[in-house]
């Protein structure tokens, strides 16, 4: 088996959701879709953001791609989980620090701000990226130490 990645998405994010899916598809990843499918119908960006953290949380997967209207909402949600670094990105660098120093395991993008084109570029420089460790790492664990 492949390399794994997760999407999620509300409904406001589910075209650049399927963009981005059908991208690292592509890109030889094995892709599990936890939805929608479309946006016909309101999708709450908590709930999303709930599955998508448990099933990283409880799979083996490389990362998670999150998107709602803002990426915030979906983000809170993410972070309110043990184990979960979600770092929503509006910039390549953004996306280069968030697993470079952060090690975020979940990387999530605005359905409605973000050009597919630069969320592309910003995907491919968070899967280039190697987290540094060092002193990244006691800080990772300083966060880790609050969590319930």
């Known amino acids: 088996m492949g390399k794994k990645v997760v999407f999620a998405s509300d409904h406001a994010a589910v075209e650049l959701k399927n963009?981005?899916?059908?991208?690292?598809?592509?890109m030889g990843y094995e892709v599990v879709d936890l939805g929608?499918?479309?946006?016909?119908?309101?999708?709450?960006?908590?709930t999303q953001g709930?599955?998508?953290?448990?099933?990283?949380?409880h799979n083996d997967v490389e990362f998670g791609v999150g998107m709602c209207g803002t990426g915030l909402g979906i983000s809170y949600a993410l972070?309110?989980?043990s184990g979960i670094r979600a770092a929503?990105?509006?910039?390549?660098e953004d996306s280069r620090?968030?697993?470079?120093?952060?090690?975020?395991?979940?990387?999530?993008?605005?359905?409605?701000?973000?050009p597919?084109?630069?969320?592309?570029?910003?995907?491919?420089?968070?899967?280039k990226t190697e987290f540094e460790g060092g002193r990244h790492e006691s800080r990772i664990e300083q966060i880790e130490e609050f969590e319930e």
Request: glycine share 2%.
């Open 19 to 26: 963009e981005l899916r059908d991208y690292v598809k592509s």
């Open 88 to 92: 929503r990105v509006t910039s390549v």
């Open 36 to 46: 929608p499918e479309d946006n016909k119908v309101s999708t709450s960006y908590a």
């Open 116 to 127: 597919v084109s630069e969320a592309k570029a910003m995907l491919n420089e968070y899967i």
């Open 50 to 57: 709930h599955k998508l953290a448990d099933y990283v949380k």
């Open 79 to 81: 972070n309110r989980h």
């Open 97 to 114: 620090l968030a697993k470079l120093h952060n090690n975020a395991n979940v990387i999530v993008f605005s359905g409605r701000y973000t």
